[in-house]
């Protein structure tokens, strides 16, 4: 059974910082693939932090720097630490798995299960 919950949303200032976990059901866990995407309002949803199997990680350019991928094996839990937040940042973020065995930067295009979404909401 996949089952992906997110916790850590809420509503920051500017230039604030936050942490989002995703517990995730063993079988998700297992995963080859586990990332995080976020969807902001009358956007598409989009990549922004994953992790293989290995253990290698990617970000987009747009979070470089700031967001950190990160997975504690005995939890069962990846986090999205999250630095230096700005107004573009806000919306609603969604933990993702993938079955597929390919490397971190091609894990966006491969997730096959999403959990609800926690939101990160930033004000100026």
């Known amino acids: 059974q996949v089952q992906l919950v997110e916790s850590g949303g809420g509503s920051v200032q500017a230039g604030g910082s936050l942490r989002l976990s995703c517990v995730a059901s063993?079988?998700?866990?297992?995963?080859?693939?586990l990332g995080w995407f976020r969807q902001a309002p009358g956007q598409e949803r989009e990549g922004v932090a994953a992790?293989?199997?290995?253990?290698?990680?990617s970000v987009v350019d747009l979070v470089t720097g700031r967001f950190t991928i990160t997975k504690d094996d005995a939890k069962h839990t990846v986090y999205l630490e999250m630095n230096s937040l700005n107004p573009e940042d806000s919306g609603i973020y969604s933990c993702?798995?993938?079955?597929?065995?390919?490397?971190?930067?091609?894990?966006?295009?491969?997730?096959?299960?999403w959990g609800e979404g926690t939101p990160v909401t930033l004000s100026s």
């Open positions: 993702a798995a993938g079955v597929l065995g390919v490397e971190a930067p091609d894990c966006f295009a491969a997730m096959d299960y």
């Open positions: 063993p079988y998700a866990y297992r995963m080859n693939c």
């Open positions: 992790i293989d199997g290995d253990g290698r990680t």
